[in-house]
């Protein structure tokens, strides 16, 4: 399974990002998506997760009502909306995909994207 994000970049505080995530190897509809951060010296962090169909999601408390992860089965993609941005949301965004579990913990998925720089300026 390969994943690729795009739509990483430089924004204010306050602005909005989309990112992207593109996945080619596998049925995609088959597939939980999600969405983690890594900031520099820190863990690798959970953002977001979305089932097979997109009818479920999970959310870190920290992004709760700034953004929002949906799906296209159709284009095997999936995005991550991120409002409201805050420096704090600075990090390397990384895609990841599941095909039986619908976590929370990287643990939880198999298969990673390279990661997208988001850099959030104040």
């Known amino acids: 399974v390969q994943l690729v994000e795009s739509g990483g970049g430089l924004v204010q505080a306050g602005g909005s990002l989309r990112l992207s995530c593109a996945v080619s190897g596998r049925t995609f509809s088959m597939l939980v998506m999600g969405w983690f951060r890594q900031a520099p010296g820190l863990e690798r962090e959970f953002v977001a997760s979305i089932s097979w169909s997109g009818s479920n999601t999970h959310y870190a408390d920290s992004v709760k009502g700034r953004f929002t992860i949906s799906r296209d089965n159709a284009k095997s993609t999936t995005y991550l909306q991120m409002n409201s941005l805050k420096p704090e949301d600075t990090a390397v965004y990384f895609c990841?995909?599941?095909?039986?579990?619908?976590?929370?913990?990287?643990?939880?998925?198999?298969?990673w994207g390279q990661g997208t720089q988001v850099t959030v300026s104040s």
């Open positions: 990841a995909a599941d095909a039986v579990r619908f976590g929370r913990n990287s643990q939880d998925f198999d298969f």
